[in-house]
């Protein structure tokens, strides 16, 4: 994927599309774009075959919002993560296609998960000097809680429960990679001690 970006960006350097001093800038957007478009056109094709598109859908949309504000675990190499996201996509689908709890029980306990990733994802944060970016990203952070959360209670109330159950499997996946993470930094820095 890398090579390609950078020949996609060259080629649009050589057009003069794009300046110079973007290259970097362009060369990332075009890696991490393919990057996520095989990841998601792999989760959909499967989940079509599966006949869960609906909750594909759904699953990938919670987990890519809460990712975008939620720090966790991250692989350092392409195909690691590419594998990694493919099988806990395909994994929940999985699991709600086979497992039936009481909706009530669900939605508790996915809240919880939600309250439990919004407050250790506040101790991840590292404090920027720049005060507006900061409130930039609580403010999201806090609007994507809320969203799930809202999201969460609509499908409660139309008793959707496998939306209920996939809502849960994401709150549960983003905490072990939050806390993951967490355990990862905190580990990295005893040794820099």
């Not at 996609?8 to 990057?35: A, S």
């Not at 993951?180 to 001690?193: D, L, N, V, W």
Request: one cysteine or more; aromatic letters at 12%.
């Amino acid at each position: 994927m890398e090579e390609l970006a950078n020949q996609l960006t060259n080629y649009i350097l050589t057009k003069n599309v794009i300046k110079e001093e973007d290259y970097e800038i362009y060369r990332y957007g075009f890696q991490v774009g393919m990057e996520l478009s095989l990841c998601i056109s792999v989760c959909i094709i499967a989940a079509g075959y599966m006949r869960m598109l609906p909750e594909c859908t759904l699953l990938m949309a919670v987990l890519f919002l809460q990712r975008a504000y939620v720090d966790g675990l991250h692989m350092k190499k392409f195909w690691s993560c590419f594998l990694l996201s493919v099988g806990v996509i395909l994994c929940g689908l999985a699991i709600v296609k086979l497992v039936l709890l009481p909706d009530v029980a669900v939605c508790i306990s996915a809240l919880l998960c939600l309250l439990a990733v919004e407050r250790l994802s506040d101790l991840y944060v590292i404090n920027d000097a720049d005060t507006d970016a900061m409130m930039y990203y609580f403010r999201q952070k806090k609007r994507v809680f809320i969203l799930v959360t809202f999201l969460l209670i609509g499908l409660f109330d139309v008793h959707y429960s496998r939306g209920l159950l996939i809502i849960l499997y994401a709150e549960v996946v983003m905490l072990v990679s939050t806390f993951a993470g967490f355990c990862k930094k905190h580990i990295y820095h005893k040794k820099k001690e």
